[in-house]
């Protein structure tokens, strides 16, 4: 008995031993209608850089960019589309190319600029996957009289003509002398308390 060629069978043995090239063609992912009508096709194969909208599941209507497509699994990861795990740590989320729709493409590769036949006047700065960075203004210093030098005083001068050029201390040869220690006082001695004189009328 001879196998048809679509039977599951045969399906599943296609799928799971094609080749790069043949898993690339598989997953192509429908255009939006803005794309069908610049471009004039309705799917194309998916790559990274590309922003798509989700059509099922939790995350149904997010627009995201595809951060990793993954040929082996015939499966996508998005940008902010994660799943919290046992150990409580989010995990990206995988999904099927058929759950998506290119909302827009990455045009930074010169061969599919050359497919689509699209000139390079006709690429914006985000599909090439540049975003212009917006020159910050540095803020003008108000234009003010110019500052006066002061004047020193007597002090002020004499206490910079003493200080070292690095330091600030002063330098060796003109360090203060050294003030002269007060010696100890010696300890005055009481003086001894007179006798009180004799009462002349008791000696009468």
């Not at 036949?117 to 975003?131: L, Q, Y």
Request: aromatic share 2%.
């Amino acid at each position: 008995m001879r196998i048809s060629p679509r039977s599951p069978r045969r399906q599943r043995k296609a799928l799971y031993t094609a080749d790069s090239f043949e898993r690339r063609r598989r997953m192509t992912v429908l255009l939006s209608r803005e794309l069908r009508r610049r471009f004039h096709r309705r799917s194309l194969p998916l790559r990274k850089g590309d922003t798509v909208r989700v059509l099922s599941g939790s995350f149904v209507g997010r627009e995201e960019r595809v951060a990793r497509v993954d040929r082996r699994d015939y499966s996508v990861t998005l940008d902010n589309v994660t799943l919290k795990a046992a150990d409580e740590k989010l995990k990206p989320l995988a999904l099927r190319p058929g759950h998506l729709v290119i909302t827009r493409l990455n045009l930074s590769d010169a061969w599919r600029r050359r497919a689509l036949k699209v000139s390079e006047e006709e690429v914006t700065p985000e599909e090439r996957g540049v975003v212009p960075e917006a020159e910050e203004e540095t803020p003008a210093e108000p234009a003010g009289a110019p500052e006066t030098p002061v004047a020193k005083t007597e002090g002020e001068a004499a206490g910079a003509d003493t200080e070292s050029p690095s330091t600030g201390a002063p330098t060796s040869e003109e360090k203060p002398e050294a003030e002269e220690t007060p010696k100890p006082r010696r300890p005055r001695k009481k003086a001894a308390k007179a006798a009180p004189a004799p009462d002349p009328e008791e000696d009468a």
